[in-house]
């Protein structure tokens, strides 16, 4: 997809500050550090338009970019960082939860998840919660640049396996240093929008 216009439109964590219903809306999440700012930055081509974290674990708000007046990226804030405090985690939780299970509009969930390293707990957690919410979720593997070429099936299968996949398709390696991977993560989510 050619982004000719890409705008925060709001930072919210309670749902009346949500937006409209009126867009399609793509969320992503992942752990503190995963790559999230960088990829979104890389898909939309706007360098610093979604922070990226110097203080990870801090934006407890859901970003929301409004991408060629035509649809959304639901940027939810990372988890997994060990310095929140055990009552941020339970304000992150209630956040994610009320906007997973109340948006009418959410399309598909991507998942973030360093390639370089097995699934964390969390990253399990997430996808679990995703499939029992029933949500559509690809899996973007990132930093994909970081590992040789030929160790990439062995990567795939540890993923595969830890999250107990029936393929490798729901998986999408990709790298924001060189834009490796986008396309086809642009691909599963025009399917969605
Ligand atoms: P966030 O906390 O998930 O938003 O992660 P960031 O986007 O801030 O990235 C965390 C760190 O990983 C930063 O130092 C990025 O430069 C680096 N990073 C992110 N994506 C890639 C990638 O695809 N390749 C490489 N080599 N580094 C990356």
């Given amino acids: 997809m050619q982004v000719h216009d890409a705008k925060l439109v709001i930072s919210a964590a309670e749902p009346h500050q949500y937006p409209s219903t009126d867009l399609a809306e793509v969320a992503l999440s992942g752990r503190s550090n995963v790559g999230k700012s960088s990829f979104i ?27 060629n007046e035509a649809f959304r990226f639901v940027d939810v804030p990372g988890y997994g960082y060990a310095k929140v405090s055990k009552k941020d985690r339970v304000k992150w939780a209630k956040m994610i939860e009320k906007y997973l299970t109340t948006r009418d509009n959410l399309e598909l969930l991507l998942l973030l998840m360093d390639f370089r390293h097995a699934p964390t707990a969390l990253d399990i957690e997430m996808k679990n919660y995703a499939e029992s919410l029933d949500i559509p979720y690809a899996i973007v593997l990132t930093k994909m640049d970081k590992i040789k070429r030929s160790q990439y099936p062995k990567h795939l299968s540890i993923y595969k396996k830890a999250l107990d996949l029936p393929t490798v398709d729901a998986l999408f390696p990709v790298s924001s240093a060189t834009g490796e991977g986008l396309k086809d993560v642009w691909s599963i989510v025009e399917e969605f929008i």
């Fill in 41 to 67: 930055n890389k898909m939309i081509q706007r360098k610093g338009l979604a922070r990226t974290s110097s203080q990870p674990g801090k934006t407890q708000t859901l970003n929301f970019y409004e991408i």
